[in-house]
């Protein structure tokens, strides 16, 4: 099994920082891609960013310029720097990791973290 623990989440105002993390544990050969999804009330969950195995990074359009993603060196652990905060950046945001747990699987398989409540008021 592969846990995925999200830490970060907090209260603030428009225009300030948070950082968010993600530690994965458990049964892990290689982490292929680690990343974050959000769900606001009343709406579906949405990419935010990815990190893939080969250090390439993808955003949403509305977080370009505002948020980094980052990973450790082991690849076991990954960030979310979100800079100049939007009341729209507002959402649980769940951490994404596509795990490899043995050299011999050939398909990775998709873990989820419990999410961490992130919360920007105007």
């Known amino acids: 099994q592969v846990q995925l623990v999200e830490s970060g989440g907090g209260l603030v105002q428009a225009g300030e920082s948070l950082r968010l993390s993600c530690a994965a544990s458990?049964?892990?050969?290689?982490?292929?891609?680690m990343g974050w999804y959000r769900q606001a009330p009343g709406k579906q969950r949405e990419l935010v960013a990815v990190?893939?195995?080969?250090?390439?990074?993808n955003y949403r359009h509305s977080v370009k310029g505002r948020f980094t993603i980052s990973s450790d060196n082991a690849k076991t652990t990954v960030y979310l720097q979100m800079n100049s905060l939007k009341p729209e950046d507002t959402a649980v945001y769940f951490c994404?990791?596509?795990?490899?747990?043995?050299?011999?699987?050939?398909?990775?398989?998709?873990?989820w973290g419990v999410g961490t409540l992130v919360t920007v008021s105007s």
């Open positions: 990190v893939y195995g080969s250090g390439t990074t």
């Open positions: 994404y990791a596509a795990v490899l747990k043995s050299a011999f699987d050939s398909d990775a398989m998709n873990y």
């Open positions: 458990g049964s892990i050969f290689r982490i292929n891609t």
